[in-house]
Antibody, heavy 126, light 107 residues
Framework: QMQLVQSGAEVKKPGSSVKVSCKAS????????IGWVRQAPGQGLEWMGG????????NYAQKFRGRVAITADESTSTAYMELSSLRSDDTGVYFC???????????????????WGQGTQVTVSS | DIQMTQSPSSLSASVGDRVTITCRAS??????LSWYQQKPGKAPKLLIY???SLESGVPSRFSGSGYGTDFTLTITNLQPEDFATYYC?????????FGQGTKVEIK
């Protein structure tokens, strides 16, 4: 299983952007799908989107489409999630997770998430 | 979007109990169903994938069953370290939706 290490906590102003990184080690980065999952304070898990680096395919949840961009740098085995036009309700912990690709590779879905990053706290406050 | 509904939302149980959590999908997800355990302040941990396949290292007291729209996570002989929140997730169709979670508390 891969190990995933995410970047540190961020405090952002409303309207700004945040970019969270997720560095993978201990596995072949390109063989996996990578997803990003958000957890608002005291709430459940919410899938934001995913990327399949080997094919370059991406998929975003409709809720975040237009505000989120997920990328992957194969040379450094690092994935990124950038969220723009931040609002106070974007406050939460953001996780990256990896697993084998499932189904249609064009959908960039993970069959399941077997490895998770430690989470990155993003606080949006004026 | 496929909606995933877990029940109950929370439950109280004692060490040694058998606990069952159900997850219902708004339409069939075939066998694209996994279960996760999350403890406060920690990342989720994969327990079961493909409905009933136990992730490596996960105790055999955890088991999953179901097909299509109705799924079950069962914990037999509940241990102190099992008190946590459990989530189901479908990966059949985007977005990969999670259930709202089931919190297992100590009675």
């Amino acid at each position: 299983q891969m190990q995933l290490v995410q970047s540190g906590a961020e405090v952002k102003k409303p309207g700004s952007s945040v970019k969270v990184s997720c560095k993978a080690s201990g596995g072949t980065f390109n063989n996996y799908a990578i997803g990003w999952v958000r957890q608002a304070p005291g709430q459940g898990l919410e899938w934001m989107g995913g990327i399949l680096p080997i094919f370059g395919t991406k998929n975003y949840a409709q809720k975040f489409r237009g505000r989120v961009a997920i990328t992957a740098d194969e040379s450094t085995s690092t994935a990124y999630m950038e969220l723009s036009s931040l609002r106070s309700d974007d406050t939460g912990v953001y996780f990256c997770a990896t697993g084998p690709a499932g189904g249609d590779t064009a959908l960039a879905l993970s069959y399941y998430f077997e490895s998770w990053g430690q989470g990155t706290q993003v606080t949006v406050s004026s | 979007d496929i909606q995933m509904t877990q029940s109950p939302s929370s439950l109280s149980a004692s060490v040694g109990d058998r606990v069952t959590i159900t997850c219902r999908a708004s339409r069939s997800v075939n066998t694209y169903l996994s279960w996760y355990q999350q403890k406060p302040g920690k990342a989720p941990k994969l327990l079961i994938y493909a409905v009933s396949s136990l992730e490596s290292g996960v105790p055999s007291r955890f088991s999953g069953s179901g097909y299509g729209t109705d799924f079950t996570l069962t914990i037999t002989n509940l241990q102190p370290e099992d008190f946590a929140t459990y989530y189901c997730q479908q990966s059949f169709s985007p977005p990969q939706t999670f259930g709202q979670g089931t919190k297992v508390e100590i009675k």
